[in-house]
């Protein structure tokens, strides 16, 4: 009884034990996450010349900004672990949000 009871409690720990286990990346993390970074610093340079840009080329800009977003994200979502990724992915969760909101407010889209 005391067996069954002990194997029952493991049975149900083993999904846990199994997610806690860091999940495999893949061998072109290091290489995706250098190039996600150098893409970063550009489009944030891009962003800054249409600051002052009339309102059609903003758009166009934030619309093109949404897409590499959603690009970034994924790479941190698949090559991050941990509290890194969670807070990389929270952070490019809201920066879509924000210019999602932008993009309706504004451009009258999404």
């Not at 290489?31 to 996600?36: G, K, P, V």
Request: positive net charge; aromatic residues 6%; charged residues 20%.
């Amino acid at each position: 009884m005391i067996l069954r009871a002990a194997a029952a409690v493991l049975l149900t720990l083993v999904p846990t034990f199994a997610s806690a286990q860091p999940r495999p990346v893949p061998a072109t993390c290091t290489r995706d996450l250098f190039q996600n970074e150098a893409a970063m610093r550009q489009r944030q340079y891009k962003m800054q010349q249409v600051a002052t840009a009339d309102q059609a080329t903003q758009c166009a800009a934030w619309r093109d900004h949404v897409t590499f977003m959603q690009k970034a994200r994924s790479v941190f979502a698949t090559c991050q672990t941990g509290r890194q990724r969670e807070e990389n992915v929270a952070q490019m969760d809201q920066s879509l949000a924000d210019y999602r909101m932008l993009l309706a407010n504004r451009c009258g889209q999404r």
